[in-house]
């Protein structure tokens, strides 16, 4: 990748992801270490619900699959973003 692409993609991260604030940004990385270990979904929320009440996700029946995509998202650009020796 050259450096036109690289930020063309970081752009495009940006607004798929959207800006979160620290707390937020703490929730969803808690979400993915969950799921890494190898929990649902439905079971990650809950466990990190608990750990970050004031970031409490309460999806409804049909946002869930939307909730695994977008965290999906994130932890495949968590990656990248290791690959490329970058940070968030």
Known sequence: MNVNEINAY??????I???RSQAEIDYDN???AHLSAGMDIKRAIRAVNQEYPE???????????DLAARYNYIR???TILKRLGMSE
């Open 10 to 15: 970081l752009q495009r991260a940006r607004e």
């Open 17 to 19: 992801i959207g800006d």
């Open 30 to 32: 808690s979400v993915i």
């Open 55 to 65: 970031e409490a996700l309460k999806p409804g029946a049909d946002q869930w699959s």
């Open 76 to 78: 495949e650009h968590k």
